[in-house]
């Protein structure tokens, strides 16, 4: 995934009127306003009421379902390779959100606070704060990505992570 690729994505989603936030690897990168590694896909949040219209407008775009994980996640791939990792999220009035998980007694809670904005490309976009992708960098073992992607938000935010 390149960062034209990425807002090509999110112009799609913008136009249909759809809500989504920059999650994963491009996530850190949106934070720190620059593409520090490659990226094989791309994470996006997105509200679960919209699921319907989130398929259809990416289904018109090309992409088709690869992976049914719901209602963790799922993921819809392109042809040309192109990859969407898919979260759906259910929102409270306040502005919190939750994500179920493969525990269902232990959802993925989302503060208000976790919806910020960060630039891939020199545009502002959508995304996960950095506490937020602290939270989800727990309870596996790292990859070398993630070793990457919490070292430089360490770097960038003075933030504690757990490895």
Same mark, same amino acid.
């Given at each position: 995934m390149t960062p034209d690729d990425v807002l090509g994505v999110l112009d799609l989603l913008r136009r249909a009127g759809l809500d989504v936030w920059i999650g994963g690897g491009w996530g850190v990168d949106a934070l720190l306003g620059e593409q520090t590694r490659e990226h094989r896909d791309l994470d996006l949040m997105h509200r679960r009421d919209q699921e319907g219209a989130l398929l259809a407008c990416l289904g018109a775009a090309g992409y088709a379902e690869t992976v049914d994980w719901r209602p963790v996640r799922f993921v819809l791939a392109r042809a040309d390779g192109?990859? %969407?990792?898919?979260h759906p999220?259910?929102?409270a009035a306040d502005g919190s959100a939750l994500q179920s998980s493969l525990e269902p007694e232990h959802p993925f809670a989302y503060a208000p606070s976790s919806f910020v904005s960060g630039t891939v490309g020199g545009r502002p976009v959508p995304c996960l704060s950095a506490e937020q992708q602290v939270y989800f960098h727990q309870g596996y073992e790292p990859s070398e990505r993630d070793l990457h992607d919490m070292a430089r %938000?360490?770097?960038a935010f003075g933030i504690a992570t757990h490895f």
């Amino acid at each position: 995934m390149t960062p034209d690729d990425v807002l090509g994505v999110l112009d799609l989603l913008r136009r249909a009127g759809l809500d989504v936030w920059i999650g994963g690897g491009w996530g850190v990168d949106a934070l720190l306003g620059e593409q520090t590694r490659e990226h094989r896909d791309l994470d996006l949040m997105h509200r679960r009421d919209q699921e319907g219209a989130l398929l259809a407008c990416l289904g018109a775009a090309g992409y088709a379902e690869t992976v049914d994980w719901r209602p963790v996640r799922f993921v819809l791939a392109r042809a040309d390779g192109r990859e %969407l990792d898919l979260h759906p999220l259910v929102f409270a009035a306040d502005g919190s959100a939750l994500q179920s998980s493969l525990e269902p007694e232990h959802p993925f809670a989302y503060a208000p606070s976790s919806f910020v904005s960060g630039t891939v490309g020199g545009r502002p976009v959508p995304c996960l704060s950095a506490e937020q992708q602290v939270y989800f960098h727990q309870g596996y073992e790292p990859s070398e990505r993630d070793l990457h992607d919490m070292a430089r %938000l360490r770097s960038a935010f003075g933030i504690a992570t757990h490895f």
